[in-house]
């Protein structure tokens, strides 16, 4: 527009400088009238948004650009709250050997054997007069070491103990303390120092209960034909609740945690066992095949109509060392999931679709 502007100005002043007449150009007078030409298309120049809003749930903003609305682009939001795709149940595992979670700063692991045999002159997070103690004795006793009995009125205590190094080890069951210890390097709760859990030196008399259950949640958006569409922003957050109906006594009568996930880090929290697939995961499916990753923002070809389907996938799998609560049975609480809570966030510009 500014090129016109000045060749249609210059158009009209052309004369020849030789036949006389004040028509002759000079540096100055060609950059004042760039400057007017640009200044003129400034403000001639209009940007208009306008909010639609479909449903409570989804709302559009689309922004035209040079007043004529030649050029859009779209921002699109779909939030909401809804149920998800669910189970929980608690179940048992035969699994009842007994081991000891070890701070490396009190014993580092230096066999390959992981024995609890190291552990010499160790104070041990445990019950005192409890069978876990008595198991505890009979084998420190069997390889003529001893270790100091920490008191400790539950599993939480023993894990806070455990936590600030009034410990140097805790005993509990074997898959008990491989969840815990994976639950305290999540949430950064041992502050750099490391743990290692010893070979099973015993045996428990029961099964151990787990919580175990899963919540999926799947959103679907679309990239109509001759948009080019980029998926900028995704959350989405469950909540697991559990009440506790009988025995409640030296339990938490109410336990809560949410778990969170974003498209940057995949989700995930502490405190809970999750398994390594993506928790969030994507679908495309358009009016024409194509390699998905040779588009980027998930929704595929640019002009092409597609539909995107992301799947949140919230997995719990916890024993009563669901660190911090203090917990004693799963089967005196009733457990359920909450429903999700989600916000997606895409923009779309129009394609200039060749037939």
């Known amino acids: 527009m500014v090129l016109v502007l000045i060749s249609g100005t210059i158009a009209g002043c052309t004369g020849d400088p030789d036949a006389g007449g004040n028509d002759e150009f000079n540096a100055e007078t060609l950059q004042g009238m760039i400057e007017a030409g640009l200044q003129d298309f400034m403000n001639n120049t209009t940007v208009e948004i306008t909010t639609n809003y479909y449903t409570n749930e989804t709302s559009t903003t689309t922004n035209n650009v040079n007043g004529s609305g030649g050029v859009s682009s779209t921002m699109n939001v779909l939030s909401g709250i809804q149920a998800g795709e669910l189970e929980l149940f608690v179940s048992n595992t035969n699994d009842s050997t007994v081991s000891l979670l070890v701070r490396e700063d009190a014993y580092g692991n230096s066999h390959v054997t992981s024995s609890a045999w190291q552990l010499n002159g160790a104070n041990i997070c445990v019950g005192i007069g409890t069978w876990m103690e008595q198991l505890l004795q009979s084998y ?198 909450g429903e999700w809570t989600y916000y997606l966030l895409w923009t779309s510009v129009p394609v200039n679709m060749i037939e």
């Open 140 to 337: 420190f006793s069997d390889y003529e070491i001893s270790f100091t009995s920490v008191p400790v009125a539950d599993n939480s205590e023993s894990t806070s103990k455990f936590i600030d190094g009034s410990c140097d080890a805790k005993a509990g069951s074997t898959i008990a303390l491989q969840g815990l210890k994976t639950a305290l390097e999540q949430g950064g709760d041992m502050n750099g120092v490391g743990t290692w859990i010893t070979a099973p030196f015993g045996a428990q008399n029961n099964s151990h209960a787990w919580l175990s259950g899963y919540n999926y949640l799947n959103l679907t958006v679309s990239q109509s034909r001759g948009e080019a569409s980029y998926l900028e922003y995704g959350y989405a957050e469950i909540t697991i609740y559990g009440t506790c109906v009988s025995n409640c006594s030296g339990q938490d009568d109410l336990i809560s945690q949410t778990l969170s996930f974003d498209l940057d880090s995949g989700g995930g929290i502490t405190s809970i066992i999750f398994q390594t697939d993506p928790d969030i995961t994507k679908v495309t499916s358009c009016e024409n095949e194509f390699d998905e990753s040779e588009w980027p923002g998930y929704f595929g070809p640019y002009g092409l109509e597609c539909d995107l389907t992301l799947s949140i996938k919230a997995e719990i799998d916890v024993t009563t060392s669901w660190y911090p609560f203090a917990l004693e049975n799963f089967n005196d609480y009733v457990f359920s999931w």
